[in-house]
């Protein structure tokens, strides 16, 4: 019965589309063509016959209208050519009751004004109006009605608005609103490039099937975030050769973009950048503009002969005349044979993580290190590859949203690996920022705010890296991609025989992604800068086969923090907002990042690139992170991280302190017993004298002296005189004598 009534309602639907709803099926644009040259057929059959050129129906129609209607006859033949061009507009048109009331409006009240201004004129029609109104309000009331009437009936027609520039439009009527013709001949109309995809009407007008489709795409787009909304775990897994499936955090746990960018007015903007210009004498041609979600990028084609130098001198003049500041040359953009002029928004558009990561381009990538940088001045998210960068420096003024980068950064990657894919040390000398990451299973061992345990972690990730260049080598293998779908894949087919008893030997198998991350570099190079830099460089320079990638951050971008060893070693890098050009020059060797707004306004520059990019980064609040870490913590509550083993016990969270219990300070370096003899037997200590006594030279005698005075056999550093020699007959007398001064003095006291 229920098919049977299905089958039914099908077929009545089908009838009714295929009769009534024929042109429900068209586009709007081509029904708005079909209505509108119905009303011009109709307008110009009609003047053809009031002379009588339009049959035997033609010429009985206009005599009856003619008797009723007089010279207002010809009011019809206008209001079909009116109707016309209003349907043929880029606008849509519904004849619906509003609009043939104002039909009727408009035919009565011009009916009536003929009959009240030439009698018997009208027509029957006009005089049954227009002879009551004279008698009762008189003539000039009559005709100012009249008028009224008709006014507002033209304005219900058409759909539009009464303003200064009424004249005008009413002009424009009989051209379409999105032709290419400008004002003046010579200027060429602007292509606006929207990249939040809200467009005002009055900045670019779209087709209507252009319109049709964007409808589409954002219902298609609500009804999917709804549904992630409404069922918060139904989340697609994923799966690569190696490793278990993995079901990622929901996106929403994520904000999305909020907010649109007002850029004043666009076209007054660009007249003002072409006049001013043409003032310098600089001939310019404006081609797109393309609407970020920070700033608004002006695009110019110089004339030729113009040297783009020219244009980079006139900055401060263009912000002037602008009123705006700070504005941003790119001369030329990367791909483009354009200059563009980027100007600050009034009005920012705040970019969220989980509208990136929800992008097709990151949902349908295979690559497990696809991290998330931000949007494009024209719109499109921006990604990056830690496989290619391989390593990632990330500098800027306090305030300017290193921290929140780093976050976006990190959170993308939990996104796409699972704790058997990826590992994470994170190190925070702040203590406030990446503790918030402490009881995620991706975490080798929490976060380390200790400098000293910083320098061993690295020390741990270099020998890490030595060991997992000797399983490549072993294998066979170039790298860590090659291993995880050779080897590890063999493995899962049981064609490696080399899988015993799990344990050490599957953590060794596995080798997941190794990502350290450094908040705050500065402040550890202040404790250690030796250590520190040659233990990132070791890593920098060898660590990108075997899935080892560094994530490190400033607040100081000076050359003895960034110094030329780590830029060397780090080409990606990303800068956000600095003091001073120096410090743009300091990390992208190119000036640009002074100019920039801070909250995430950066420029990106890879591996690959020539020149930065400008990026907007994603912004995710504390409260996102912390919604992402609760998810993973009781997604994971009762498993075991299989993390890279420290020490022969297979302990979860092990600190680092353990792991380095059974190697001593005196075992890194061979000549501490020697170190030690010598200045017991010299009665003083200092680098100098080590370098003569034992032959070496000067870094490996001062880290000689550091591990000395860590011991306690020597003092403190005393100006340029030689270190205390603590465990020296003469200081042991020394100390003596200030107990027994303690000792008299505690008597003393009552």
Same mark, same amino acid.
């Given at each position: 019965?229920?098919? &049977? =009534?299905?089958?039914?309602?099908?077929?009545?639907?089908?009838?009714?589309? %295929?009769?009534?709803?024929?042109?429900?099926?068209?586009? $709007?644009?081509?029904?708005?063509?079909?209505?509108?040259?119905?009303?011009?057929?109709?307008?110009?059959?009609?003047?053809?016959?009031?002379?009588?050129?339009?049959?035997?129906?033609?010429?009985?129609?206009?005599?009856?209208?003619? &008797?009723?209607?007089?010279?207002?006859?010809?009011?019809?033949?206008?209001?079909?050519?009116?109707?016309?061009?209003?349907?043929?507009?880029?606008?849509?048109?519904?004849?619906?009751?509003?609009?043939?009331?104002?039909?009727?409006?408009?035919?009565?009240?011009?009916?009536?004004?003929?009959?009240?201004?030439?009698?018997?004129?009208?027509?029957?029609?006009?005089?049954?109006?227009?002879?009551?109104?004279?008698?009762?309000?008189?003539?000039?009331?009559?005709?100012?009605?009249?008028?009224?009437?008709?006014?507002?009936?033209?304005?219900?027609?058409?759909?539009?608005?009464?303003?200064?520039?009424?004249?005008?439009?009413?002009?424009?009527?009989?051209?379409?609103?999105?032709?290419?013709?400008?004002?003046?001949?010579?200027?060429?109309?602007?292509?606006?490039?929207?990249?939040?995809?809200?467009?005002?009407?009055?900045?670019?007008?779209?087709?209507?099937?252009?319109?049709?489709?964007?409808?589409?795409?954002?219902?298609?787009?609500?009804?999917?975030?709804?549904?992630?909304?409404? $069922?918060?775990?139904?989340?697609?897994?994923?799966?690569?050769?190696?490793?278990?499936?993995? #079901?990622?955090?929901?996106?929403?746990?994520?904000?999305?973009?909020?907010?649109?960018?007002?850029?004043?007015?666009?076209?007054?903007?660009?007249?003002?950048?072409?006049?001013?210009?043409?003032?310098?004498?600089?001939?310019?041609?404006?081609?797109?503009?393309?609407?970020?979600?920070?700033?608004?990028? =002006?695009?110019?084609?110089?004339?030729?002969?113009?040297?783009?130098?020219?244009?980079?001198?006139?900055?401060?003049?263009?912000?002037?005349?602008?009123?705006?500041?700070?504005?941003?040359?790119?001369?030329?953009?990367?791909?483009?044979?354009?200059?563009?002029?980027?100007?600050?928004?009034?009005?920012?558009?705040?970019?969220?993580? %989980?509208?990136?990561? #929800?992008?097709?381009?990151?949902?349908?990538?295979?690559?497990?290190?696809?991290?998330?940088?931000?949007?494009?001045?024209?719109?499109?998210?921006?990604?990056?590859?830690?496989?290619?960068?391989?390593?990632?420096?990330?500098?800027?003024?306090?305030?300017?949203?290193?921290?929140?980068?780093?976050?976006?950064?990190?959170?993308?990657?939990?996104?796409?690996?699972?704790?058997?894919?990826?590992?994470?040390?994170?190190?925070?000398?702040?203590?406030?920022?990446?503790?918030?990451?402490?009881?995620?299973?991706?975490?080798?061992?929490?976060?380390?705010?200790?400098?000293?345990?910083?320098?061993?972690?690295?020390?741990?990730?270099?020998?890490?890296?030595?060991?997992?260049?000797?399983?490549?080598?072993?294998?066979?293998?170039?790298?860590?991609?090659?291993?995880?779908?050779?080897?590890?894949?063999?493995?899962?087919?049981?064609?490696?025989?080399?899988? #015993?008893?799990?344990?050490?030997?599957?953590?060794?198998?596995?080798?997941?992604?190794?990502?350290?991350?450094?908040?705050?570099?500065?402040?550890?190079?202040?404790?250690?800068?030796?250590?520190?830099?040659?233990?990132?460089?070791?890593?920098?320079?060898?660590?990108?086969?075997? %899935?080892?990638?560094?994530?490190?951050?400033?607040?100081?971008?000076?050359?003895?923090?960034?110094?030329?060893?780590?830029?060397?070693?780090?080409?990606?890098?990303?800068?956000?907002?600095?003091?001073?050009?120096?410090?743009?020059?300091?990390?992208?060797?190119?000036?640009?990042?002074?100019?920039?707004?801070?909250?995430? $306004?950066?420029? =990106?520059?890879?591996?690959?690139?020539?020149?930065?990019?400008?990026?907007?980064?994603?912004?995710?609040?504390?409260?996102?992170?912390?919604?992402?870490?609760?998810?993973?913590? $009781?997604?994971?509550?009762?498993?075991?991280?299989?993390?890279?083993?420290?020490?022969?016990?297979?302990?979860?969270?092990?600190?680092?302190?353990?792991?380095?219990?059974?190697?001593?300070?005196?075992?890194?370096?061979?000549?501490?017993?020697?170190?030690?003899?010598?200045?017991?037997?010299?009665?003083?200590?200092?680098?100098? =004298?080590?370098?003569?006594?034992? %032959?070496?030279?000067?870094?490996? #005698?001062?880290?000689?002296?550091?591990?000395?005075?860590?011991?306690?056999?020597?003092?403190?550093?005393?100006?340029?005189?030689?270190?205390?020699?603590?465990?020296?007959?003469?200081?042991?007398?020394?100390?003596?004598?200030?107990?027994?001064?303690?000792?008299?003095?505690?008597?003393?006291?009552?």
């Amino acid at each position: 019965m229920a098919k &049977k =009534y299905k089958k039914e309602s099908k077929e009545i639907d089908g009838a009714k589309s %295929g009769g009534d709803n024929f042109l429900g099926q068209l586009s $709007d644009e081509t029904r708005q063509a079909v209505f509108g040259i119905i009303f011009f057929a109709l307008a110009t059959l009609s003047i053809l016959a009031s002379f009588h050129k339009s049959g035997i129906v033609g010429n009985k129609i206009y005599d009856t209208l003619a &008797k009723l209607l007089g010279v207002g006859y010809f009011l019809i033949p206008f209001l079909f050519l009116l109707l016309g061009v209003s349907f043929l507009r880029s606008e849509k048109r519904k004849l619906g009751w509003i609009k043939i009331s104002g039909i009727i409006i408009f035919l009565i009240s011009g009916l009536g004004a003929i009959g009240a201004i030439w009698s018997k004129k009208g027509g029957l029609i006009g005089d049954v109006i227009s002879s009551p109104l004279v008698k009762l309000f008189d003539f000039y009331t009559s005709i100012i009605a009249l008028i009224a009437l008709i006014a507002i009936s033209l304005l219900v027609i058409f759909e539009t608005k009464l303003n200064a520039d009424s004249f005008s439009s009413f002009v424009k009527l009989f051209r379409k609103k999105d032709s290419d013709e400008s004002e003046d001949d010579d200027e060429k109309e602007v292509k606006i490039i929207n990249g939040n995809g809200d467009e005002k009407k009055e900045e670019i007008e779209k087709t209507a099937e252009e319109e049709k489709t964007e409808k589409k795409a954002k219902s298609k787009k609500y009804k999917e975030d709804e549904k992630e909304e409404d $069922d918060e775990f139904s989340i697609k897994t994923r799966r690569y050769s190696y490793g278990k499936s993995y #079901a990622p955090p929901p996106l929403s746990l994520l904000d999305r973009d909020s907010g649109k960018p007002e850029v004043g007015d666009i076209k007054a903007n660009a007249n003002i950048i072409k006049r001013t210009l043409l003032k310098f004498g600089i001939d310019v041609e404006m081609d797109e503009i393309s609407i970020g979600p920070s700033v608004t990028r =002006y695009s110019l084609k110089p004339a030729e002969g113009i040297k783009v130098s020219r244009i980079v001198a006139l900055q401060n003049d263009l912000a002037l005349a602008l009123a705006a500041h700070p504005i941003r040359i790119e001369a030329p953009i990367p791909g483009k044979s354009l200059v563009g002029i980027e100007i600050p928004n009034s009005v920012k558009t705040t970019v969220g993580l %989980g509208t990136i990561l #929800a992008s097709d381009e990151y949902q349908h990538s295979a690559k497990p290190l696809l991290v998330s940088l931000g949007k494009s001045i024209p719109g499109k998210c921006y990604f990056g590859n830690m496989e290619k960068m391989p390593h990632l420096l990330i500098a800027g003024a306090t305030g300017s949203g290193k921290s929140v980068t780093i976050h976006s950064i990190i959170t993308s990657l939990l996104f796409r690996n699972s704790p058997e894919q990826m590992k994470f040390i994170m190190i925070d000398p702040k203590r406030v920022e990446l503790t918030l990451y402490n009881k995620i299973p991706h975490l080798l061992t929490p976060v380390i705010t200790d400098p000293k345990k910083t320098i061993l972690a690295l020390k741990w990730a270099a020998k890490e890296m030595d060991r997992r260049y000797d399983i490549l080598e072993a294998e066979k293998v170039r790298d860590i991609e090659s291993y995880h779908q050779n080897i590890l894949e063999s493995k899962k087919t049981g064609k490696n025989k080399n899988n #015993a008893d799990g344990g050490e030997e599957e953590n060794i198998e596995t080798m997941p992604y190794l990502v350290i991350v450094i908040d705050e570099l500065a402040d550890i190079m202040q404790s250690y800068p030796r250590e520190l830099e040659s233990a990132i460089v070791r890593l920098a320079q060898m660590s990108r086969a075997v %899935g080892i990638h560094l994530i490190l951050s400033t607040q100081r971008p000076s050359v003895n923090v960034i110094t030329g060893l780590i830029k060397a070693n780090i080409p990606s890098r990303i800068a956000l907002q600095v003091a001073s050009q120096i410090d743009s020059r300091t990390i992208l060797d190119t000036g640009g990042a002074e100019k920039l707004l801070g909250a995430g $306004d950066m420029l =990106y520059i890879g591996a690959e690139m020539s020149k930065p990019v400008r990026l907007q980064s994603p912004f995710i609040s504390e409260t996102e992170v912390k919604k992402v870490v609760r998810y993973l913590t $009781d997604a994971y509550m009762d498993e075991i991280p299989s993390g890279i083993n420290f020490t022969e016990n297979n302990e979860k969270n092990i600190a680092f302190d353990s792991m380095f219990e059974d190697e001593s300070m005196e075992k890194e370096d061979e000549l501490y017993g020697k170190a030690k003899e010598e200045v017991l037997k010299a009665g003083k200590g200092s680098t100098s =004298y080590l370098q003569r006594r034992l %032959g070496i030279g000067y870094q490996r #005698a001062a880290r000689l002296i550091d591990i000395l005075e860590e011991k306690g056999v020597l003092g403190p550093a005393n100006g340029s005189k030689p270190r205390e020699v603590i465990g020296s007959e003469n200081s042991v007398e020394t100390m003596s004598e200030m107990q027994d001064g303690i000792a008299q003095k505690n008597n003393l006291a009552p």
